[in-house]
């Protein structure tokens, strides 16, 4: 495609509830990021990805959070038994680094509310 | 803790007025200092970028100025139009992660 694809764009769960959340980056690109958006605030990193490897997972919250990429393309964040805390806008971004251009591309989000 | 402070939080300015959004950083450790538009409901598209070896880069109406002695960078968005009311971050990129930093963001409103 184009751009980054997110899907689900919204995903309602209850407490206690997996969740797995689908990125698709541009095609070709190395680097994959997951950030957390809440709410009136700043994307926060979550983890970082080149190719399958995953290089980065410092900013995943607990460890009901998890996310692969295991053919280096294709990203799922998993987040188990949700909490209320865990509400927000789930972005994914890619970039091809070593190359002149470093731009991150974001998704839409997927936004996740849990009830 | 929050590596980049980004002020105002909320901008109102007429149309055709300029539009002035600072960010500070903390870290020496950054080597590229992207600002972002977000609309609601979207994510996040890069406007304009800077590397720390420049102090001034301009695109269209939009110009970033960056200060690296004092850890400091700005947006200004000339000719302010109702269309550039949006969310806008700046951000900083960690040279040995890729990862972006974010500040906490500027909601701008542009009234005709």
């Known amino acids: 495609g184009a751009g980054v694809s997110q899907s689900p764009r919204y995903k309602v769960a209850k407490r206690g509830q997996d969740v797995a959340l689908r990125c698709d980056p541009i095609?070709?690109?190395?680097?994959l990021f997951w950030y957390q958006q809440a709410l009136g605030q700043g994307p926060e990193f979550l983890t970082y990805f080149q190719n399958e490897a995953q290089l980065d997972k410092s900013g995943l919250p607990s460890d009901r959070f998890f996310a692969e990429r295991p053919e280096g393309s294709v990203s799922t964040l998993k987040i188990q038994r949700t909490q209320q805390e865990d509400s927000a806008v789930y972005l994914c971004?890619?970039?091809?680094?070593?190359?002149?251009?470093?731009?991150?591309?974001f998704g839409q989000g997927t936004r996740l509310t849990v009830v | 803790q929050q590596q980049v402070k980004q002020s105002p939080q909320s901008l109102i300015v007429q149309k055709g007025g300029i539009s002035i959004i600072n960010c500070a950083y903390e870290n020496t450790a950054f080597d590229y200092f992207p600002w972002y538009q977000q609309f609601p409901g979207k994510g996040p598209a890069l406007l304009i970028a800077?590397?720390?070896?420049?102090s001034e880069k301009k695109e269209g109406r939009f110009t970033i100025s960056f200060n690296k002695s004092a850890k400091q960078f700005s947006l200004h968005i000339m000719d302010s139009q109702p269309g550039d009311s949006a969310t806008y971050f700046c951000a900083a990129r960690e040279a040995n992660t890729d990862k972006l930093i974010f500040g906490t963001g500027t909601r701008l409103q542009v009234f005709p």
């Open positions: 800077i590397r720390p070896d420049v």
């Open positions: 971004a890619s970039s091809s680094p070593g190359t002149k251009n470093t731009e991150a591309f």
């Open positions: 095609s070709g690109h190395v680097s």
